[in-house]
């Protein structure tokens, strides 16, 4: 869950709120919303404790195709755009030793030292892992490791010895739209809808927890709760550091909150060690996203190239290369869109996921999550509610956005129906490599 959304989503929430308030309350809203669909999403995995997340949970509720359409989607808008997103924001805080590299202002594709280096990250893990999971499994651990370790330390440096002032809490920054706060805040919790993605990771790994019914509630409940805690302390050390106005579209906002706080040296540590920390998202997508399509191709959800293995490494290269060729053109998207449309995508089928409990209930036998039937329909109808609106106010307010995201679930549906149609399993089995 920890990745691209905190170490970037603030400045430009700064641009779009300009009220510390409501960075905060947007922030604790995302929280709030993650926790009831992790609750919502440990009643699936408890009853269908098959790796794969909603791939099987729209399999079984609504059938293959559905099924197949998040896979798709999860190619695009879960794994390689992430990856790109990640990979640019790598960019950005390099560019505090770089200028080069910093991020424009312009619209439209682009292309120059930024992209350039994105696609260099992605290109050196995607060889990495085409060569085995067991080297990029060493590599993870360390960059996560110092990940976690850098965050904390920069929280407690920032409270204790760092040049900030809580004046900057009562300040406020001149939004830079015209959109009425209701509906600008629907779109703004794209952002932080994006920096929570991830709280639903457990599920793809549901057949290898031990006793599921009893691990997975806590491993996604306590987990959510932990990361909302360290965003919300995160983004008070940022607000702490740097009055609003000044922190407007910044993308790398954790270099910037660093510069203020501990001058020059301090925030070139601190800009390089967060460089590093990205580098561990994008290694630890690079990785997972290849054993999802690997996994769907073996049940015949999925272009059956991805289920090929190289004879010598062990490893789909045929998934893990396309997965790097579509990360590297989407690297010529600006940065907010490239956020604004995995929002948009990823929601849509965490929604239809979440909704299928209504379904799912009706079924004999089915075990229910005490957390889940504690005021229900309670959980699934706010999550769902939260979801709808955000969708609504996407395609009215980002009409291109929405397209691109209907697009991919177009193309997806026309793969299916004409090449996966008369394969597809009814009941998913994943397997992995």
Not at 376 to 390: K, R
């Amino acid at each position: 869950m920890i990745g691209t959304g905190i170490f970037t989503g603030t400045g430009f929430l700064a641009a779009q709120l300009g009220s510390t308030e409501l960075i905060l309350w947007i922030y604790a809203l995302g929280g709030a919303c993650a926790f009831l669909g992790a609750m919502c999403y440990a009643e699936l995995g408890i009853n269908f404790p098959s790796s794969g997340g909603e791939y099987v949970y729209l399999t079984k509720a609504f059938g293959p195709v559905w099924g197949f359409m998040t896979g798709w989607a999860s190619f695009f808008a879960g794994f390689s755009a992430p990856i790109a997103a990640a990979a640019l924001a790598f960019s950005a805080y390099l560019g505090h030793f770089f200028p080069s590299l910093q991020p424009t202002d312009e619209i439209g594709i682009r292309f120059g030292g930024a992209q350039i280096v994105a696609c260099v990250l992605v290109g050196l893990f995607t060889a990495l892992n085409i060569f085995g999971v067991q080297r990029t499994a060493k590599v993870q651990n360390f960059l996560t490791a110092l990940k976690v370790t850098v965050l904390l330390a920069f929280i407690v440096l920032g409270f204790t010895v760092g040049d900030g002032t809580a004046a900057n809490f009562s300040l406020t920054a001149t939004r830079d739209v015209d959109t009425p706060l209701v509906e600008q805040f629907a779109i703004s919790l794209v952002w932080v809808y994006v920096a929570y993605s991830g709280w639903n990771a457990a599920t793809y790994v549901a057949e290898e927890l031990h006793r599921p019914a009893k691990t997975l509630p806590w491993a996604l409940g306590i987990g959510t709760l932990l990361v909302t805690a360290l965003y919300l302390a995160l983004n008070l050390v940022f607000i702490y550091a740097a009055p609003l106005q000044e922190m407007k579209n910044v993308e790398a906002v954790g270099s910037f909150a660093a510069s203020h706080m501990f001058g020059p040296v301090g925030s070139g540590i601190f800009a390089g060690l967060m460089a590093l920390s990205l580098m561990s998202t994008v290694n630890a997508m690079v990785t997972i996203g290849p054993r999802v399509y690997f996994a769907m191709a073996r049940n015949g959800a999925f272009p059956a190239v991805a289920a090929k293995v190289h004879p010598k490494f062990h490893t789909p290269v045929a998934a893990i290369l396309a997965q790097a060729v579509c990360t590297m053109l989407m690297t010529l998207t600006p940065f907010p869109q490239l956020v604004l449309y995995i929002g948009m995508t990823l929601n849509f089928f965490t929604v239809l996921s979440v909704l299928s409990i209504f379904f799912f209930r009706k079924r004999e036998g089915w075990q229910k999550l005490p957390a889940v039937s504690f005021l229900y329909p309670l959980f699934p109808v706010l999550f769902a509610v939260v979801g709808i609106w955000l969708t609504y106010q996407g395609i009215v307010l980002r009409p291109w956005i929405a397209l691109a995201t209907f697009l991919t679930l177009l193309t997806g549906a026309g793969v299916y129906h004409f090449k996966l149609r008369q394969r597809a399993p009814e009941a998913p089995a994943v397997e992995t490599y």
